[in-house]
């Protein structure tokens, strides 16, 4: 079954059409190929006692020049073609019912400002690290990447 929105929501405001629960919400971007175990995620998001949990991922930058470090115009250091790394939001995410409740029916939320909402009013938010297949397939290169691994994968 389906929720149709009357204008758009964003990723989190259709939570507040759903009926109410108490049980923990799963919210998958439907751009997004996967093999996490969602039982593992749901698992983790409860024996923590977390309101909200965030699917993250791993993503390194690598800068193409050599980096010069400065401090008032003295070189500091250098770092030649460094490599960043940094968790992104890989778009997988459990809600509890007491952060579906901060929703407004019928107001436009994003996921990143409910969880952001969540935190600062007190709950518990945690990230969880994935570590299996993950591929945004919004993007088209990691489409057709994810259309040539996925006979290996799946």
């Given at each position: 079954?389906?929720l ?9 405001g259709p ?8 049980h923990?919400?799963?919210?998958m ?9 969602v039982g ?6 409860v ?23 400065i401090?008032?115009?003295a070189?500091t ?9 940094h ?15 901060l ?45 040539e691994?996925?006979?290996?994968v799946?």
């Amino acid at each position: 079954s389906y929720l149709e929105e009357d204008s758009p929501l964003g990723t989190a405001g259709p939570l507040a059409l759903l009926p109410a629960s108490d049980h923990p919400v799963v919210v998958m971007n439907g751009d997004i190929l996967t093999k996490l175990d969602v039982g593992a995620m749901v698992d983790f998001h409860v024996a923590r006692d977390a309101a909200a949990t965030m699917g993250v991922r791993e993503y390194e930058v690598q800068v193409p020049y050599g980096v010069v470090d400065i401090d008032d115009s003295a070189i500091t250091g250098l770092r030649e073609k460094p490599v960043t790394r940094h968790f992104i939001n890989a778009g997988i995410y459990v809600v509890d019912p007491a952060v579906i409740g901060l929703l407004a029916r019928g107001e436009a939320r994003d996921m990143p400002d409910l969880f952001d909402q969540a935190r600062t009013g007190g709950h518990r938010t945690l990230a969880y690290p994935i570590r299996d297949y993950w591929v945004d397939i919004g993007q088209i290169d990691d489409f057709h990447r994810a259309n040539e691994e996925f006979a290996a994968v799946f």
